[in-house]
């Protein structure tokens, strides 16, 4: 097995706790002694010994002389666990091979030194790309301080993601649905506006077969139109936060806090999607799925303010001038005004195809 394979099997055993991790990125860890695996580790959940430790201590004695690849620089700080990089030298570890460095402030290069002032040898950017985008919403989030976010969509052929009556069920197939739960899993949160609880009365949570982390569910709401009996206010299943506006009914906002709603007040009656975004940050939440009907799903686009794109297209044909888009509002005056995008995988999910693009702008 050489290199890229070591790193490759970090790179699964970090996938494998993808979406439990956050606000800490995934991380996978392999250590080998003699061509040999002697351990394997990886980072499950925040609070919990990093993938590095947990390798290590499975080599055991084994460690020494060894060499441990790491699908992140190892940490040189103390958080709620000691630094990793300290872990590697008193293990006296051979050599580090490190997929990505980490673009945190406490770390970015710091345990990379540690390790080298330790006689460690230390070799970067083996399948660097797979890492980087293993761990997207974290690093978006340590360098901008706002979650990642992903606009979720999906239409006909003919771009329609509802009739011009309203009705929406179901355009994609069961395995697309199924897709869009373990973007539900992966991500901290989950947003919508008003008018899908309204018409939809979403539960907004993760049903995979085996289970899955429910994300944080956000409305925008600037009136506190929310019915009192939907379903999203039960909080059991998951917490609920509402952004509403300056003028919203005191009354109404004391019964949703009674329900156990968490009211975000903006000092606008508009809701700016820029401002729930910093306080999302604030909040420490490191990654949004945006499942909003058309008019929010412009809100973001309008500002330019996602990172990723998931498109689901079912093999159907509805028609209507008066049938729903997938971004709504007024528009661009110009196509020119438009955000150009790249495609970065095309696939088919059962009957359906499912496009990721990204804006080519950074950001």
């Known amino acids: 097995m050489q290199e890229r394979e070591y790193m490759e099997l970090a790179l699964s055993l970090a996938k494998a706790g993808k979406g439990q991790t956050s606000p800490n990125p995934a991380v996978g860890a392999v250590v080998v002694k003699d061509g040999e695996i002697a351990g394997l580790g990886a980072h499950l959940k925040a609070g919990d010994p990093h993938a590095e430790v947990n390798a290590i201590r499975q080599a055991g004695k084994r460690a020494e002389g060894a060499d441990i ?49 330790a006689g460690i040898e230390v070799a970067t950017g083996i399948c660097e790309k797979e890492a980087l985008d293993l761990n997207a919403h974290f690093f978006h989030f340590i360098q901008n301080q706002t979650p990642y976010v992903t606009l979720k969509t999906a239409m006909t052929l003919d771009g329609k993601t509802a009739s011009y009556t309203g009705d929406s069920k179901w355009i994609t197939s069961e395995q697309s649905r199924l897709d869009v739960h373990k973007y539900r899993h992966t991500h901290d949160a989950i947003l919508v506006g008003v008018n899908t609880v309204i018409q939809d009365n979403p539960l907004l949570t993760t049903r995979l077969p085996r289970g899955g982390k429910n994300p944080i569910r956000i409305v925008l709401d600037s009136s506190l139109k929310i019915p009192s009996e939907s379903r999203i206010l039960d909080v059991q299943e998951a917490e609920t936060i509402i952004f509403c506006g300056k003028n919203a009914s005191m009354e109404k906002k004391e019964l949703l806090l009674d329900k156990g709603a968490r009211i975000e007040q903006l000092h606008s009656q508009d809701i700016s999607i820029n401002q729930v975004l910093k306080r999302l940050g604030e909040l420490k939440i490191t990654s949004l799925l945006v499942e909003g009907g058309s008019a929010v ?67």
């Open 69 to 117: 690849y790491v699908t992140l620089e190892p940490c040189a700080h103390t958080g709620k666990t000691p630094p990793c990089a300290n872990l590697i030298v008193e293990n006296k570890l051979k050599r580090v091979f490190i997929a990505s460095m980490d673009p945190n402030p406490l770390v970015a290069g710091k345990g990379i030194d540690i390790l080298k002032k």
């Open 297 to 363: 799903h412009f809100s973001f686009l309008r500002e330019k303010a996602y990172q990723e794109v998931v498109i689901y297209i079912a093999p159907k044909l509805v028609g209507g001038s008066d049938a729903f888009s997938s971004f709504g509002g007024r528009g661009f005056p110009l196509i020119s005004d438009g955000d150009e995008l790249e495609f970065s995988s095309v696939e088919n999910i059962g009957n359906d195809l499912k496009i990721i693009a990204k804006p080519l702008r950074k950001g």
